[in-house]
Every structure is written in structure tokens, then in C-alpha cells.
């Protein structure tokens, strides 16, 4: 009776580590907590300063950073007080950071947040603090009725939606949908199929790859590959994006099925790891490094003498986060009041930023342009080229 | 007939190259448990220094294959022995003690890597000349998975050589079979367990160093592959290398060819495998008699 008995221990064992890979913590970073009533106003900067989205976490801090260091430390004239906290990367370790922030630090706004996640599970708590949250990342597609919750990203959905009615005009034959299984990658074929059908594409499959614990694409490309398709559209970030574009190449699509895809399968680090394999490639973006306005090139000047990199949407939206601020502040008499300045948020009608001018929508995130950037080579490094411009959205 | 192999051929091939892979890590975590009564949390962990050791040497000449391979040896070598010795003190405490501990050293150790190697997955790229597909009847493939098929498969026919045919092989098999009629022959089964861990972490190693293209080094990655390597164990029965190939072979086709085939289903048929295997043969599908 052993083996049978220890074959059930193994089963229960490789279940249980399973389930114990999914809660990894995240610890509560640095930030001081005086509680003086007077004083700077002090700004909870929530990212990930640990765990996968630890670059999205750190593109985001220098962003802020950066718009700091232009303006003397000051938003809207007034000295403040940046407090980090760790976001870590799943919804428990986000809370307990967003907790931290507005119930110890006594924060008088929040920006940030990377995981979609997070932001479902924090709303409830600035909803009834009534401390604003302007994110710079996270916008799940549910999130439409907040009243102290800003975002200056976009809506999930969006580049998908950007993309779709460009790929239906300009793809001649059946398009195929592979991506990532969590909300993310659904909220994007979903915003994409928005505007693809109408404009008369045809779809040949749609399929979701188990996440995260898909890392061979292979069986998932060959079917999308012996479907006969002319494109394939995507949705993977991070780690799965450079897999999933090196056997995009590797098992042979690439010449052979065009691929779109959201702009972040080659935003900022990855874009290096996926090397050649990556040219080609056409994504929706709302921002791209080599926009040709004079904010844009400031903004990168700087950035890049900062971090010798250049500057992700994930930086660009956490600049204008502290843009928003800045104006805010001002508009609020510099004082540190959560009210008036989320009342100040909402009366602002036009950001200048490094995308581009843009407003507030009627559910509190940008109406903007949308870009189709293709990878190309440029001076020996690959980057993403601006190609076309895909249309305003966020206007409904 | 020939349409549906053309389609699928490619999706075949690869679960040969996925399944060898899962079979060098496999055949440790098996031999360990069925020798040493040992459960081993931290053999996924191994995987994982392999493939960041990969990452760290190889810089797409043979040379740094080859440094990294060596490397990868000394660190399987360091990492079982140390393993090893930090579970003989809880022999005969039961497997939540050894689960404990080693998941422990697994999660410090996967910390400790965060901090060297940072949250990224950090794809390795092979040697420069193998880093370029090929055409298998028609189908574009990477070079590099099908030189990879040649060398794993080497080493599981030497593995299953050395276990199952020769007189070292001979005394594993018996210590498996019956560690305390092995002892009153007058064999110091201590140090044929020390043996039989060191070899089997020095396989995960070498696993994870020529795996890190196909499977590459990245936070949770020690998870994922602990979880296979438990699965195909569960499936091929515990300390047999036959088993342990086969099993690995098995569960490289069902996550290859099987996906391919239902896609819709790929997060069950892993542990819908599994689940048909223990119902219908508990035991394993290829276990060493011991029952």
C-alpha cells in the first residue's frame, strides 16, 4: 500500500505547491510616517517595488521623479512629500500597501498602481476616505462610477479597440486571437473585437493561453499557423511577450502571418530580450518615445539623462499623474485638502503632456490619440517606429 | 490521416524535446523519493540556479556552454550534497518535516536569486550557432530543441544504462527495493542515498543549463517545473528511471500534441492526466514493485 499512499502524497503535494506559488508576499517599503499636521503634502506613490511588475514599478517612479525634478520639488508651488510604498504583485500585497499609505501616512492623494487587480480591491477604500487616487497604470474596463479615482492612462481595452478597425481595413483575410487567459488579455480581444467586426473583419479563432504557466507557445502557434490565417493579434506583456515573440519566430510565422499586437508585447525592457525576432511587429500604443512635440522632447532628455533609458507609456502616464497633481494643487490654493483637490482634479479640461494634449472622459480617464508603431531597426538598436495614427478614443 | 500528421508533426517533436527535459529533473525527485523516502521541494529550485547559471555564462559561443555546463555541474553537485545533508537529520520524521524544510530552502533560495538576477524572466539565447530554425518536413523548428533531443536523449539512454544494467545501478535498485536487507550486507546505504541525491540534483542542473532556451530562468519558474516533475513521478511511479522517462514522455506530448488538440482545455489536461492515472492506477503506470 506505500507507493499507492505515497502516489497521493505527490498528488497533493504538486496541488499544494501550486497553490502555494500563487502567495508570495510583498513587504511594506521604506516612508516615514510623522504625523506633523502641517508641512509638505505628502504624496503616496504605490508601485511595485518588488515582485514581476517591479520594472513597470520603476519606469512609473522615474516618471514621477522626473517631473519633480523639473519643477523644484513643488506641485502647484506647494513642498511635497513623496512616500513610496510597495505594491508587490498581487491584490493582498497592494491593499495592504494603499492601507498603509492612507490610514498611517495620512497621505493626502495617491498615484500609481500597476495591477488591475489592486485597483478593483482599493476602490472601496478611497471611494469611502475620500483620498484621490490619480493611478498611472492599472484601468479595468468595470471601473466607470468612482468619484476620487483618476486615471491617466487608458482603459484596458483601448488598444485593442485602437487596433481592430485598422487590422479589418488592412489585413486581407482571417485574422487569428491568441492571448493571455486573465482579465487583461480578454478586456483586449474584447476592445478589439469592438471595433474589428464592424469594420467588416473576419475572425478564424480565438484562443487563451493558460497564464502564467504557459511558457511553450509552440502547439498554440502551430494551430494558428495550420489555420491558414493572415494576421494574428496578441495580448501578452512581460516575461510571456518575449517567449511568445522569439516562437512567434522560431516555429516560423513570422514573414508568414503578420502580427499585431497591445503596445505593451514590446514596451521598454522586453523589447531588448526579444531581439530580431521583434521586427515587424505593428502595436497600439497612446505614446511613443519619438513623438514630435516639444514637452515630448524635454521629457525624454531628461528621462534618458536619468536613466539611461528611454521613456515607457508606464513613465510618460506617471509624468502627466504628477502633471494632474501639479495643476490640481494649484487650483486647491496649494493647501493639502483631499476634497478640494479632487474637486480641482475634475475641473481640469486639458493636459498638456508628452502624448499630446488631452481631457478628462466622463468616467475620469484620458480621450487621446492612438498610435500604430512597427518595430524597426533605427541606428543599429530596434525600437518602436511611429508609423500611422489609429484614431481618438475615449471620447464615448 | 497524412494531413493531420502534417499538421500536428511539429507539436509531436516538440513534446519529445519538452518531455526529455522533464525527465532529466524528473528522474532525481523519483530516485530521491522512492530511495531516501525523501520529498524534495527544492528540486525545482535546482532547475532554476542551472538556467540563471546559463544565463549568467553562456554568451552565445560553445565555450560559454560549456563554462556554464561545468558550472551547472559544481552547483548541482554543492546544492544536493548540502540538501542532503540538511534532510539526513529528519530521517523517520515523516514527509511534512522534509517538505517543510526543503520548501523552506526553495523560497529562501528563490529570494536570494530575485535579489542576484532581479524579477525578470531573462530568456537565454544558445549558442550563437544554433540559434536559428530549421525545416522538419516542411515546418520551420529551432535548431536548438533538436540538437537539445540528441543530448537529452543521450543522457536518459546513459541514466537508464547506469540504473538498470550495471552493478552501481544494481545496488540503487536494491537500496530502493529494501534499504535495510541492502544495510546487513554490509553496504553503507548512507552514502549510496548521499550518491543517488548529489547525481540526481547534478541532472536537474544540467536540466535547467541546457533547458534555460526552452524553459528560461524567471520568478515562479522553480515552481512550475516542481509541479511537472511531481506530476510525471506521480504518473511513471516512483524510483524507477523507466518510469520517470516514460512518464516525463507521456506528460511532454499531453502539454505539446494534447494542447494542439484541445486548447480549450490546456490548463486541465496536466492534472486531468494525473487525476486518470491515480484513479486507474495508483500505484503509477510504471512502478517499481514495493506494494
Not at chain 1, 536613466?307 to 502633471?323: C, I, L, Q, V
Not at chain 1, 493639502?336 to 486639458?350: C, F, R, S, W, Y
Not at chain 2, 553496504?187 to 547525481?199: H, N
Request: proline letters at 3%; one cysteine or more.
Amino acid at each position: 500500500m506505500t507507493t499507492r499512499r505515497t502516489s497521493y502524497l505527490l498528488a497533493l503535494a504538486a496541488s499544494g505547491a501550486l497553490v502555494l506559488s500563487g502567495c508570495g508576499g510583498g513587504t511594506l517599503g521604506g516612508g516615514s510616517d510623522d504625523a506633523a499636521a502641517e508641512g509638505p503634502i505628502k504624496i503616496g506613490l504605490l508601485v511595485p517595488q518588488s515582485g514581476v511588475y517591479k520594472s513597470l514599478g520603476d519606469d512609473m517612479k522615474a516618471g514621477f521623479e522626473v517631473y519633480l525634478e523639473q519643477h523644484d520639488d513643488k506641485l502647484g508651488g506647494a513642498e511635497v512629500e513623496v512616500i513610496l510604498a510597495d505594491e508587490g504583485e498581487t491584490a493582498d500585497s497592494g491593499k495592504a500597501a494603499a492601507e498603509k499609505l492612507v490610514k498611517q501616512d495620512q497621505v493626502t492623494v495617491v498615484t500609481g498602481v500597476v495591477s488591475s487587480a489592486v485597483m478593483n480591491g482599493v476602490v472601496d477604500l478611497f471611494e469611502t476616505s475620500k483620498i484621490p487616487l490619480v493611478g498611472s497604470n492599472a484601468s479595468p474596463t468595470t471601473l466607470t462610477d468612482a468619484t476620487y479615482i483618476w486615471r491617466t492612462s487608458y482603459v484596458n481595452d483601448e488598444p485593442g479597440e485602437a487596433l481592430g478597425k485598422y487590422v479589418a481595413e488592412n489585413v486581407d483575410g482571417g485574422v487569428y486571437f491568441l492571448a493571455a487567459d486573465y482579465q487583461a488579455g480578454k478586456d483586449e480581444v474584447e476592445g478589439f473585437k469592438k471595433s474589428f467586426g464592424p469594420a467588416g473583419g473576419e475572425t478564424v479563432d480565438e484562443v487563451y493561453t493558460p497564464f502564467p504557466d504557459t511558457s511553450n507557445f509552440q502547439p498554440f502557434l502551430a494551430n494558428a499557423k495550420s489555420s491558414g490565417a493572415e494576421a494574428l493579434f496578441s495580448f501578452y506583456a512581460g516575461g510571456a511577450a518575449v517567449e511568445f515573440v522569439k516562437q512567434y519566430d522560431q516555429f516560423g510565422l513570422k514573414g508568414d502571418v503578420d502580427h499585431y499586437s497591445a503596445g505593451f508585447l514590446t514596451e521598454g525592457g522586453v523589447l531588448d530580450a526579444q531581439g530580431e525576432a521583434a521586427e515587424g511587429t505593428f502595436t497600439a500604443m497612446n505614446y511613443n518615445y519619438d513623438l514630435d512635440n516639444e514637452l515630448n522632447k524635454a521629457f525624454v532628455e531628461d528621462y534618458e539623462a536619468k536613466t539611461g533609458m528611454k521613456p515607457t507609456t508606464y513613465a510618460m502616464a506617471s509624468y502627466d499623474a504628477a502633471k494632474v497633481l501639479d495643476m490640481a494643487i494649484e487650483a486647491a490654493g496649494g493647501k493639502a485638502d483631499p476634497e478640494a483637490i479632487n474637486t480641482a482634479i475634475g475641473e481640469i479640461t486639458e493636459v498638456e503632456s508628452p502624448r499630446g494634449t488631452w481631457t478628462w472622459s466622463n468616467i475620469g480617464t484620458p480621450v487621446q490619440m492612438w498610435y500604430l508603431r512597427e518595430v524597426q531597426e533605427v541606428d543599429g538598436t530596434l525600437r518602436n517606429v511611429v508609423v500611422d495614427e489609429l484614431g481618438e478614443l475615449g471620447s464615448d | 490521416m497524412t494531413g493531420w500528421l502534417d499538421a500536428h508533426l511539429v507539436s509531436m517533436v516538440d513534446g519529445v524535446a519538452y518531455g526529455l527535459l522533464l525527465f532529466t529533473l524528473a528522474v532525481g525527485l523519483s530516485l530521491v523519493f522512492g530511495m531516501m523516502d525523501v520529498l524534495n521541494l527544492a528540486h525545482g529550485t535546482l532547475y532554476l540556479a542551472g538556467a540563471y547559471t546559463a544565463y549568467a555564462l553562456s554568451d552565445g559561443s560553445w565555450l560559454g556552454l560549456l563554462l556554464a555546463l561545468v558550472v551547472g555541474l559544481v552547483v548541482g553537485l554543492l546544492g544536493g550534497g548540502l540538501l542532503a545533508a540538511a534532510v539526513a537529520p529528519l530521517q523517520g520524521r515523516g514527509h511534512l518535516d522534509q517538505a517543510a524544510l526543503t520548501l523552506g530552502i526553495a523560497l529562501i533560495a528563490a529570494e536570494v536569486m530575485v535579489m542576484i538576477f532581479g524579477a525578470q524572466v531573462l530568456p537565454t539565447a544558445p549558442p550563437s550557432a544554433l540559434a536559428r530554425s530549421v525545416s522538419v518536413l516542411g515546418h520551420s523548428y529551432p535548431l536548438y530543441r533538436l540538437v537539445f533531443i540528441a543530448v537529452a536523449g543521450l543522457i536518459a539512454v546513459l541514466v537508464y544504462l547506469a540504473f538498470e544494467r550495471s552493478s552501481v545501478g544494481a545496488l540503487v535498485r536494491a537500496t530502493v527495493a529494501d534499504r535495510d536487507m541492502v544495510r546487513a550486507t554490509g553496504v553503507d546505504t548512507r552514502k549510496v542515498l548521499f550518491g543517488v541525491f548529489a547525481f540526481g540534483a547534478v541532472l536537474a542542473t544540467v536540466g535547467g543549463v541546457l533547458g534555460a532556451p526552452i524553459i528560461a530562468p524567471g520568478p515562479g519558474v522553480d515552481d512550475r517545473v516542481l509541479v511537472l516533475s511531481l506530476v510525471v513521478v506521480v504518473i511513471g511511479g516512483l524510483g524507477s528511471v523507466r518510469g520517470a522517462l516514460l512518464g516525463a514522455l507521456l506528460i511532454g506530448q499531453v502539454q505539446t500534441l494534447g494542447v494542439a488538440l484541445m486548447p480549450a482545455f490546456a490548463p486541465f489536461l496536466l492534472f486531468g492526466a494525473m487525476l486518470l492515472v491515480l484513479v486507474l492506477r495508483p500505484q503509477g503506470l510504471f512502478a517499481l514493485g514495493r506494494a
